[in-house]
C-alpha cells in the first residue's frame, strides 16, 4: 500500500482550468513540481504516480474543468 491506497486503484483527478491542457491517455500525472530527472520506476519509488487513462474536456458551462480518470 502506498499513501492508503492499495496499488491497481482507479480515481479521477478535476483540474479546475479553462486552458487548453495537453494530457493524453499513457500520460503520468503526480502532484505538485517535481524537479527530478523522468525515470518512471525511481518516481515511483518517491512519490505517488498515477497513469491516465481517461480525459474528459468539460470546459463548457460554468464549471470549466478537465476530468482525468487514473490508475495506480
Known amino acids: 500500500m502506498i499513501n492508503g491506497l492499495e496499488k491497481g486503484s482507479t480515481g479521477?483527478?478535476?483540474i479546475?482550468?479553462?486552458e487548453k491542457l495537453n494530457i493524453?491517455?499513457?500520460d503520468y500525472i503526480?502532484?505538485?513540481?517535481?524537479?527530478?530527472?523522468?525515470?518512471?520506476?525511481?518516481?515511483q519509488n518517491k512519490y505517488q504516480v498515477f497513469?491516465?487513462?481517461?480525459i474528459d474536456d468539460n470546459?463548457?458551462?460554468g464549471l470549466?474543468?478537465?476530468k482525468i480518470?487514473?490508475?495506480e
Open 30 to 43: 503526480i502532484e505538485g513540481i517535481i524537479e527530478d530527472e523522468f525515470d518512471l520506476s525511481k518516481l
Open 24 to 26: 493524453s491517455t499513457d
Open 69 to 71: 480518470g487514473v490508475s
Open 64 to 66: 470549466q474543468h478537465y
Open 51 to 54: 497513469k491516465v487513462v481517461s
Open 12 to 14: 479521477s483527478i478535476t
Open 59 to 61: 470546459r463548457k458551462g
Open 16 to 18: 479546475p482550468t479553462t
